[in-house]
């Protein structure tokens, strides 16, 4: 009895930490590891990567300041994202925005805490959480003159979590593109994966192809000898259904109203890019993630729904653990103002 209570105790205060935390962020610093307090850490079987259905937490701290793309990452969210059926999240960060320009490229200690505070209630809520460097505009333009910023920027990063829980894994770079190439991104994942070794022996590391991570590129990746890798690839094709209208694809207004009507033909091509990237899994002996795929929500809804339960059957048929891009906002699932589901589209995800 007692010692019940002196445990319940102790779970709220740490959830009030946690919580105050959340309201005033405090500096921290960068050599302090991250604290798992909080955290629930589950054995994990890597074998079967633990990873089944996720979601893509977007536009948040992956906007060029937090906030700015009006989404907010509250810890009530972890919550309905579990009771919804998920496992996991996927959290794009744009570390680059927040690193100083000249070496030793030091992260913004405010900033970290505020990753921090927004990872700990998704490992207590017992998801798994993928940290994902999002967004680093500037290697996509220049990666020779960004190479050291980008290895100090995993050093600390590898660093600081090195004591975080299993369930915390990494994602080395969102869509390389432009002059990231896939010579290019050969040549730095070579680099950064021993470096994060070093502090992060057993940490499943997510590594996905040049040209936007597409299916296409997965031959030219190279990836080192390392058992605890697992090979990202975005799904979104049709483009031109799943980016009507999207402000960032120049001229796709022309494409509003493009339905999917699931015929065999629309369903065939799907497949096809699937088999693909599983073929290329069975060759290579890597495991697969779909790290994203979604459309967008000004599409037509029933367009949305059965393209999304297609796509999400079939990479499940095919063992391919996925996540949803994204929670709320441009391709949302979840109304954060109103904090409620579009249940349609929710029941094509897990029905
Ligand atoms: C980008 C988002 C975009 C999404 C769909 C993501 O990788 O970061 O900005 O909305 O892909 O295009």
Redesign the pocket.
Known sequence: MKKNGVISFLVVLSFALCFSNCINPMPIDLSTPFSSAHATPTPRAFGALAVQRGINL?NAL?APTPGEWGVSIQPCYFEAIRSAGFDSVRL?VRFSAHAAKSPPYTLDPTFVALVDETLQPALAAGLIVILDL??YEEIMDDPAGQRQRFLAIWQQLAGHYQGAPENLYFEIL??PVKHLDAAAWNDLIAEVVPLIRLSNPQRVLIIGGADYNSISALDALQLPDDDRLVVTF?F?EPFKFT?QG?G?VQGSHEWNGTTWNGTDADKRLIEEHLDRAVAWSAQRQVPLLMG?F?SIITADPASRQRWTAFVARQAEKRNIPWLY?QFCS??GVYDCQQQSWDTGLLQALIP
């Open positions: 977007g992956d794009p999002h967004h969102n869509e975005h979104y980016h999207a960032w994203e979604g891009w441009d391709f």
